[in-house]
């Protein structure tokens, strides 16, 4: 997803974000999600209720956002979008939010053995967590050695020094665990869906 849709959704201007919002739906899988997206008046209710979510100085925890805006979203698109709640939140923030995705429960139950209740955003992320501690030490030693991979990799504008700087984010290094859950998860359920 583009640094610059990314930067628009951590700024509080509804009517640009309108189609950032729908691109980082649609990026992220989850636009499937909320029937009538197209609808101007269904895409203002999500970016609206993002912004009353981020300004919600009641809410101090990442769970707790995550949970006002799946139960926000929900009033109007009539399921539960937990993932897409919490994506949203992380492409506003970045830290202290975790991606919540099915694949990456899949891969945290079924390949490292951990049991919570599926649907909880706080266990998740505590779970996460714990699995990522455990990789972190791995994901940088990989990620130090993105300048050497330029020639598979995607087209990507940052310089060899921009892209070891990025590469140490916090941010950076926990995505990248958050795709490896992906894969992994998407093997263990027999997906093979790309992100």
């Known amino acids: ?12 201007q509804v009517d640009s974000d309108r189609k950032d919002i ?9 636009a499937r999600n909320f029937e009538g997206l197209k609808e101007a008046a269904n895409t203002a209710f999500i970016v609206q209720s993002l912004l009353e979510v981020r300004a919600d100085q009641a809410l101090s925890l990442p769970h707790e956002k995550v949970h006002k805006l799946v139960k926000t979203l929900e009033t109007r698109f009539k399921q539960s979008n937990l993932s897409a709640a919490s994506k949203l939140l992380w492409l506003s923030y970045r830290q202290p939010y975790i991606v919540y995705d099915n694949r ?12 919570f209740e599926e649907r909880d955003y706080s266990a998740y992320s505590r779970v996460w967590r714990e699995e990522y501690v455990i ?3 791995s994901i940088r ?3 130090e050695q993105l300048p050497k991979g330029r020639m ?7 310089s ?7 590469g140490k984010e916090t941010w950076f290094l926990e995505r990248v665990f958050d795709i490896f859950l992906w894969e992994i998860g998407g093997v ?7 992100e």
């Open 22 to 30: 729908r691109k980082a739906l649609s990026y992220f899988q989850v």
């Open 160 to 166: 060899d020094q921009e892209l070891v700087c990025r």
């Open 1 to 12: 997803m583009g640094r610059k849709r990314v930067c628009a959704l951590q700024r509080n």
């Open 104 to 115: 990456a429960v899949t891969a945290l139950r079924d390949e490292f053995g951990h049991r």
């Open 135 to 137: 990789f972190e030490a």
């Open 188 to 194: 263990t359920n027999g997906s093979d869906t790309t």
């Open 141 to 143: 030693s990989a990620v």
């Open 152 to 158: 598979f990799m995607r087209a990507c504008p940052l």
